[in-house]
């Protein structure tokens, strides 16, 4: 068993914690706020939680669990208190813009991104085995330490995820296809009823709306500081995906504007049998 710091103690953060603490770890916490700290050791999350980054110096392992652009800033932090040998890793949605230079402040850093979550955010979210079955990615680089590699990946498969290997750059094209753009998609759902739809309608619509509405929306409300970040920081895998969307958006209105059914009816054919690909 290791010591393991957590820096950040929100809804990613305060999940790892509880599983890492439940296989035996012994869990340090770090939040910005005390009364975060506090709740944590409350609802045993964490063995000790502290606002001050200086207690995380006996961990083996450091999760950096922040705002994608507290990460690097975190780990500047982090260095003067640390032993060389201690791996740190992170658990940003993007990779490209965090490794190299996470990796040139610290060189036993290793690029990770658990991919679970909700629409509520904040350690009162945690939630115990959210991360079970789930997939998480690692990302090393070239210069990437390959024994702080292989640690995270037996730290990774002790929590029963799926776990993936894949480089910086491929892991931001593809979140930016799977995750980042049905965030922007979402959103543009639920912002087009609340700005096109008529008053009286707009009451009947949300009246009416269930199972359909309530998948397609969840994550377009969810965190908007979290959205900003996607968007942000993989900026432009999200702009490619978000154009090519908009090409293939503009196919299935020709396909209505011009009656043409079978076209329609093929392209709805193949994503019914193509979904449950993206969903084993």
């Given at each position: 068993?290791?010591?393991?710091?957590?820096?950040?103690?929100?809804?990613?953060?305060?999940?790892?914690?509880?599983?890492?603490?439940?296989?035996?770890?012994?869990?340090?916490g770090?939040?910005?706020?005390?009364?975060?700290?506090?709740?944590?050791?409350e609802?045993?999350?964490?063995?000790?939680?502290?606002?001050?980054?200086?207690?995380?110096?006996?961990?083996?392992?450091?999760?950096?669990?922040?705002?994608?652009?507290k990460?690097?800033?975190?780990?500047?932090?982090?260095?003067?208190?640390?032993?060389?040998?201690?791996?740190?890793?992170?658990?940003?949605?993007?990779?490209?813009?965090?490794?190299?230079?996470?990796?040139?402040?610290?060189?036993?850093?290793?690029?990770?991104?658990?991919?679970?979550?909700?629409?509520?955010?904040?350690?009162?979210?945690?939630?115990?085995?959210?991360?079970?079955?789930?997939?998480y990615?690692?990302?090393?680089?070239?210069?990437?330490?390959?024994?702080?590699?292989?640690?995270?990946?037996?730290?990774?498969?002790?929590?029963?995820?799926?776990?993936?290997?894949?480089?910086?750059?491929?892991?931001?094209?593809?979140?930016?296809?799977?995750?980042?753009?049905?965030?922007?998609?979402?959103?543009?759902?639920?912002?087009?009823?609340?700005?096109?739809?008529?008053?009286?309608?707009?009451?009947?619509?949300?009246?009416?709306?269930?199972s359909?509405?309530?998948d397609?929306?969840?994550?377009?409300?969810?965190?908007?500081?979290?959205?900003?970040?996607?968007?942000?920081?993989?900026?432009?895998?999200?702009?490619?995906?978000?154009?090519?969307?908009?090409?293939?958006?503009?196919?299935?209105?020709?396909?209505?504007?011009?009656?043409?059914?079978?076209?329609?009816l093929?392209?709805?054919?193949?994503?019914?049998?193509?979904?449950?690909?993206?969903?084993?």
């Amino acid at each position: 068993m290791a010591n393991i710091g957590i820096v950040g103690l929100g809804l990613i953060g305060a999940s790892l914690a509880g599983d890492l603490r439940q296989l035996g770890h012994q869990v340090y916490g770090v939040s910005r706020q005390q009364t975060t700290c506090d709740l944590a050791v409350e609802r045993n999350l964490v063995d000790r939680a502290s606002t001050d980054i200086s207690t995380l110096a006996p961990c083996q392992i450091i999760i950096i669990c922040t705002p994608i652009d507290k990460i690097v800033p975190t780990i500047a932090l982090l260095a003067p208190h640390l032993s060389p040998e201690t791996i740190v890793t992170d658990a940003g949605s993007v990779k490209e813009s965090i490794v190299a230079p996470a990796t040139k402040i610290w060189p036993n850093f290793v690029g990770g991104h658990p991919m679970a979550g909700k629409a509520e955010s904040g350690i009162v979210a945690a939630e115990l085995g959210m991360f079970r079955d789930k997939p998480y990615v690692v990302t090393p680089i070239a210069e990437t330490n390959p024994i702080a590699v292989d640690k995270i990946k037996s730290l990774v498969e002790s929590l029963d995820c799926r776990l993936f290997e894949a480089s910086p750059i491929d892991h931001d094209r593809a979140v930016a296809w799977i995750s980042h753009l049905p965030v922007m998609i979402s959103s543009s759902l639920i912002h087009g009823c609340l700005e096109n739809c008529p008053p009286d309608l707009l009451s009947l619509a949300k009246g009416l709306a269930s199972s359909g509405f309530k998948d397609t929306s969840r994550v377009g409300g969810g965190n908007p500081e979290l959205g900003i970040m996607m968007a942000e920081y993989n900026r432009t895998a999200l702009l490619d995906a978000l154009r090519a969307y908009q090409q293939d958006l503009a196919q299935t209105i020709e396909s209505i504007d011009t009656n043409h059914w079978p076209k329609l009816l093929a392209k709805l054919a193949r994503s019914q049998a193509a979904r449950p690909e993206f969903l084993e």
